[in-house]
């Protein structure tokens, strides 16, 4: 173990060297240009054609953008400050101050990067400061990450969870005549690949997303020699959209990610949006770069479970009490949320039981559901919420149901992909939705009339499509697309109000539609309005942003016997467009002596 760190700065560099890695980053600009580790000179590219080493970027808008893509902007420092230099560790500040001068070239933020190296670690830690100012101009900051380009002729083996890990196709795979495009820049079909075995799969980096909550490490191993190389997140605190929000994490290149805002997913709702003058302040990270190695190659992917054990110790560290910054809230300087959630159901218990298995987060008073598109809060106090009571939405007892209210279409049917467009990964794979193109298999399985689900005959898990798509037309046409739920009542409540909830998993560029029993009717019972941004159909999610919708059924509108909802999705301009159901429910009018443990 190294006795102490060494800080050299040369011309155009600094270089930091805890006698287990070396770190080389440009001076003033703080890019990471080499990582010297384990007998290798650097594990970092710096030979692409774009992308080389590593980086802090961000991607950002004028104000009033409705793009949630910009301008990028590798983030380069125009100070090189030691805040601290010691036995114990090292952390550099590069500093980058907004002025008027470079506006529309340069996000409105000052920027503060920091780099943290402790003594005898095999890693260093990034964390950086992002502050809008009251004399700065409105701007959307659309996504903002750190990235690192590692060497393509050492990293070829990816790992973001034990049942997502394999040999992956090199970057010169996706190029013109190794590689073809497909419906979007980011999936290639691999048709004359390096190494043949990669043949005829897809490559498409949103295949490897994963959810916040799951995504707290992944990264690269090399063979020979046998190094891994890993991103560890500690922490969801920094990230927006809560821990369901998904977004990339390793892919082809090879490179890793940490990405900290991102509209991925989501659209607009996760755009941080500042008004001219705005106060704002925000700690992203830090998150910890982990290098480990084995001597006997035999056990080279072992490395991946102690990138796990690595993780679970920056777990434990959190919040980290080396980070030098005042904005960084220690431990004993962090607010505190006390209480007991509880839930109300009636169908379960009279009485309110506590909640098991719950994500506690904290976001701004709001309607319900609001914390998953936030992304500004403060820290807080010392605050006793007493006991809080979610109650489900209910008006009376359930008539009939379709999925399981999960915020996620998983329950549905996946169907088989088309095997010109193979991930072998995701082959007989928990994560079947992954696979590219699904959404061309509906017009296959219902190639001249929509899906039809009859209420207790049909099984949502073999005869539910787990999005609702549109349906090709012709070359670049494409048509709307209703689907029917059959359902019988044998005595309609006279006068009462039924209550159809239609909880959706995601959304994209959509109007949801419902008629009821009549397929022409206009204006429908109900409709959405435009909604949804979250691509979640390309990108091959299995859920976006929620949307919950409660539309009132009169009884007079049903018939004793059969009946029939209609559910158009009415907006038909591209193949992406589309919406994914969570659950269905239709509930009847409650009675004034309705009493749930009678039913």
């Known amino acids: 173990m190294a006795t102490r760190i060494v800080t050299t700065k040369l011309e155009d560099l600094v270089v930091i060297d805890n006698g287990v890695l070396q770190l080389t980053l440009s001076n003033p600009g703080g890019i990471v240009r080499g990582i010297q580790y384990n007998g290798v000179d650097n594990l970092l590219e710096l030979h692409n054609k774009d992308l080389n080493g590593g980086f802090w970027d961000l991607n950002w808008s004028e104000a009033g953008s409705s793009k949630t893509r910009g301008k990028f902007d590798t983030i380069?420092?125009?100070?090189?400050?030691?805040?601290?230099?010691?036995?114990?560790?090292?952390?550099?500040?590069?500093?980058?101050?907004?002025?008027p001068s470079v506006q529309g070239e340069q996000a409105p933020l000052s920027i503060d990067r920091r780099f943290v190296m402790l003594r005898g670690s095999p890693g260093f830690y990034s964390y950086a400061?992002?502050?809008?100012?009251?004399?700065?101009?409105?701007?959307?900051?659309?996504?903002?990450?750190?990235?690192?380009?590692?060497?393509?002729?050492?990293?070829?083996?990816?790992?973001?969870?034990?049942?997502?890990?394999?040999?992956?196709?090199?970057?010169?795979?996706?190029?013109?005549?190794?590689?073809?495009?497909?419906?979007?820049?980011?999936?290639?079909?691999?048709?004359?690949?390096v190494e043949p075995e990669f043949k005829g799969e897809v490559d498409d980096k949103y295949q490897y997303s994963l959810e916040n909550k799951d995504n707290q490490v992944h990264g690269w191993i090399s063979l020979d020699p046998p190094v891994g190389f890993w991103q560890i997140t500690p922490s969801n605190e920094f990230r927006n959209g809560g821990p369901f929000k998904q977004d990339l994490t390793s892919h082809v290149n090879p490179t890793t990610l940490a990405i900290f805002v991102t509209s991925h997913y989501a659209g607009m709702d996760l755009i941080l949006k500042f008004q001219p003058g705005e106060i704002w302040k925000k700690v992203f990270g830090p998150v910890f770069i982990y290098l480990n190695s084995v001597s006997n190659g035999d056990d080279t992917l072992s490395l991946w479970d102690n990138a796990k054990e690595q993780?679970?110790?920056?777990?434990?560290?959190?919040?980290?009490?080396?980070?030098?910054?005042?904005?960084?809230?220690?431990?004993?300087?962090?607010?505190?949320?006390?209480?007991?959630?509880?839930?109300?159901?009636?169908?379960?218990?009279?009485?309110?039981?506590?909640?098991?298995?719950?994500?506690?987060?904290?976001?701004?008073?709001g309607d319900n559901g609001s914390w998953q598109r936030e992304s500004k809060l403060n820290i807080g106090c010392d605050v006793d919420v007493g006991d809080l009571t979610y109650e489900p939405p209910r008006d009376g007892p359930t008539l009939w149901e379709i999925g399981i209210p999960d915020r996620t279409a998983a329950e549905f049917y996946v169907p088989d992909p088309n095997p010109m467009y193979i991930n072998k990964l995701y082959v007989n794979h928990p994560d079947r939705f992954r696979q590219y193109g699904l959404?061309?298999?509906?017009?296959?399985?219902?190639?001249?009339?929509?899906?039809?689900?009859?209420?207790?005959?049909?099984?949502?898990?073999?005869?539910?499509?787990?999005?609702?798509?549109?349906?090709?037309?012709?070359?670049?046409?494409?048509?709307?697309?209703?689907?029917?739920?059959?359902?019988?009542?044998?005595?309609v409540v006279e006068g009462g109000t039924y209550k159809l909830r239609l909880a959706l998993a995601s959304a994209h560029n959509s109007e949801?539609?419902?008629?009821?029993?009549?397929?022409?009717?206009?204006?429908?019972?109900?409709?959405?309005?435009?909604?949804?941004?979250d691509n979640a159909i390309a990108r091959h999610g299995i859920h976006g942003i929620y949307w919950l919708f409660n539309v009132d059924i009169a009884a007079s509108q049903l018939?004793?016997?059969?009946?029939?909802?209609?559910?158009?999705?009415?907006?038909?301009?591209?193949?992406?467009?589309?919406?994914?159901?969570?659950?269905v429910r239709l509930e009847s009018p409650s009675p004034s002596d309705f009493h749930p443990f009678l039913q």
Do not use: C
Not at 314 to 341: C, H, I, M
Not at 439 to 456: H, M, S
């Open 76 to 99: 380069e420092g125009t100070n090189l400050r030691v805040i601290v230099e010691n036995e114990e560790l090292v952390e550099l500040s590069f500093t980058r101050t907004w002025d």
């Open 129 to 193: 400061i992002f502050e809008h100012s009251d004399d700065f101009p409105g701007f959307n900051l659309n996504t903002t990450r750190i990235a690192f380009m590692l060497r393509k002729d050492l990293f070829h083996y990816m790992a973001i969870a034990d049942n997502k890990q394999r040999f992956m196709p090199l970057p010169d795979d996706r190029l013109p005549g190794r590689g073809q495009e497909l419906a979007y820049p980011e999936a290639v079909l691999l048709v004359d690949p």
């Open 311 to 365: 993780m679970k110790r920056e777990v434990q560290s959190w919040p980290y009490s080396f980070a030098a910054s005042d904005d960084f809230p220690k431990s004993n300087q962090r607010g505190t949320v006390r209480g007991k959630l509880l839930v109300h159901d009636r169908y379960i218990s009279e009485d309110s039981i506590p909640a098991k298995a719950a994500h506690v987060g904290l976001a701004p008073p």
């Open 439 to 491: 959404w061309e298999r509906y017009a296959e399985l219902y190639p001249d009339e929509d899906l039809v689900y009859t209420v207790g005959v049909s099984d949502y898990r073999k005869d539910w499509f787990y999005a609702q798509v549109t349906r090709r037309s012709g070359d670049n046409a494409y048509k709307s697309t209703t689907w029917q739920i059959k359902f019988n009542i044998d005595n």
């Open 512 to 533: 949801l539609q419902v008629r009821m029993n009549n397929a022409a009717a206009n204006p429908p019972l109900f409709s959405s309005g435009a909604i949804g941004e």
């Open 559 to 583: 018939m004793q016997g059969e009946n029939t909802i209609y559910l158009t999705q009415a907006r038909s301009t591209s193949p992406f467009q589309g919406i994914m159901y969570d659950y």
